[in-house]
């Protein structure tokens, strides 16, 4: 059902790579490109920035970060221990993120 739901977000248009990793920065499922590795220490690059900026802000709890730009990236905390993330280019970030409401529940409760 994960590698399902993972396709589904890698089949959006845009998308080059749909990944799920853990609170501890785990790359637990992954679907891309053939022969491309996913830039899983990118996205625990910036979810560590987002987290500390927030805490040292008082600004809350993190829920999303989106960069835009040549490249895109769309980092989604779906619940406190998965965090699934979209990478690519074009395509439009509202419309992934559309999906990933839609498949939250699935990617939140994935077995350790």
Known sequence: MLQRALAGLYRLN??????LIDDSGTLLASV???G?????????????????SADALGLGTVHEVWCEG?????????????????????GR?????????????ILATTPQ
């Open 14 to 19: 845009g998308v080059k790579q749909a990944m």
């Open 32 to 34: 891309g490109e053939e």
């Open 36 to 52: 491309e590795m996913p830039p899983f220490e990118h996205v625990v690059d910036v979810i560590s920035a987002a987290l500390e």
């Open 70 to 90: 040549d490249q895109r990236l769309m980092i989604d905390v779906a619940s406190p221990t998965r965090i699934v993330a979209l990478s690519g280019n074009g």
């Open 93 to 105: 970030l509202a419309r992934w993120r559309h999906a990933l409401d839609r498949d939250r529940r």
